[in-house]
């Protein structure tokens, strides 16, 4: 239970208020491989590697699982200190999301701008 809230407050963090890109428009008018199904298949694959580091990652995946039970607003402030004392981390983080950014400024549904750094 604790691994699915990490991901979904890492998924949140990284894809909050990411509409679905072309879901209800003319599929013909889509760009090439702009479809829902593509982006979700994108969306998995980042689903799958952020899993994927987090298992190989223990310090960063206790570090969210700390985060259980917190609000956005408590949880965002503690997110961005910990990526600002641990730079590695979030280049990692930035690069597994990296193929689903990819697809969204293909897609001409750009990503969310990365959060502030205090």
């Not at 979700?40 to 570090?63: C, I, K, S, W």
């Given at each position: 239970m604790k691994l699915f809230v990490c991901t979904a407050m890492i998924?949140?963090?990284l894809f909050a208020g990411t509409p679905l890109a072309y879901a209800n428009e003319d599929p013909n008018a889509n760009p090439p491989n702009c479809s829902a199904a593509d982006l979700e298949f994108a969306r998995a694959g980042v689903q799958q590697a952020t899993a994927d580091y987090l298992f190989g990652h223990p310090d960063v995946n206790n570090f969210y699982n700390s985060l259980e039970g917190l609000t956005r607003d408590q949880s965002t402030p503690k997110v961005q200190a910990y990526m600002k004392a641990h730079p590695k981390?979030?280049?990692?983080?930035t690069a597994i999301r990296q193929p689903l950014m990819d697809i969204k400024n293909r897609c001409g549904n750009?990503?969310?701008p990365p959060p502030p750094t205090p």
């Amino acid at each position: 239970m604790k691994l699915f809230v990490c991901t979904a407050m890492i998924g949140a963090a990284l894809f909050a208020g990411t509409p679905l890109a072309y879901a209800n428009e003319d599929p013909n008018a889509n760009p090439p491989n702009c479809s829902a199904a593509d982006l979700e298949f994108a969306r998995a694959g980042v689903q799958q590697a952020t899993a994927d580091y987090l298992f190989g990652h223990p310090d960063v995946n206790n570090f969210y699982n700390s985060l259980e039970g917190l609000t956005r607003d408590q949880s965002t402030p503690k997110v961005q200190a910990y990526m600002k004392a641990h730079p590695k981390t979030k280049a990692d983080l930035t690069a597994i999301r990296q193929p689903l950014m990819d697809i969204k400024n293909r897609c001409g549904n750009p990503a969310p701008p990365p959060p502030p750094t205090p």
